[in-house]
């Protein structure tokens, strides 16, 4: 069975950094595009970037210059380094994968249990 699994949330201060990490583990036969969301208390889940097999990447223009996706594909993973958090970045984050378990003729959307970032003096 396959299932993302999140880490890394927490507290910081603003102008601090965090860095969420997103590990697909299971029968896995390949990875396409690898994303990160947030959703604020109240508001929409949004797209903050993603990441391609071949490690081209894509950013909201809210975090564009402060937020870096990199991911890992030997291991599965996929990272958000989050630097200069401002309150407004304060989410819960999710990460999204797009990909084939192994056996399967279509590629499937798996999303993680997501994780608290809070940016608060």
């Known amino acids: 069975q396959v299932q993302l699994v999140e880490s890394g949330g927490g507290l910081v201060q603003p102008g601090g950094s965090l860095r969420l990490s997103c590990a697909a583990s299971?029968?896995?036969?390949?990875?396409?595009?690898m994303d990160w969301y947030r959703q604020a208390s109240g508001n929409q889940r949004e797209l903050v970037g993603f990441i391609t097999t071949s490690g081209g990447t894509h950013y909201a223009d809210s975090v564009k210059g402060r937020f870096t996706i990199s991911r890992d594909n030997a291991k599965n993973t996929v990272y958000l380094q989050m630097n200069s958090l401002k309150p407004e970045d304060t989410a819960v984050y999710y990460c999204?994968?797009?990909?084939?378990?192994?056996?399967?003729?279509?590629?499937?959307?798996?999303w993680g249990q997501g994780t608290q970032v809070t940016a608060s003096s």
């Open positions: 299971g029968s896995i036969f390949s990875i396409n595009r």
């Open positions: 999204y994968a797009n990909l084939r378990p192994v056996g399967k003729a279509y590629d499937y959307a798996y």
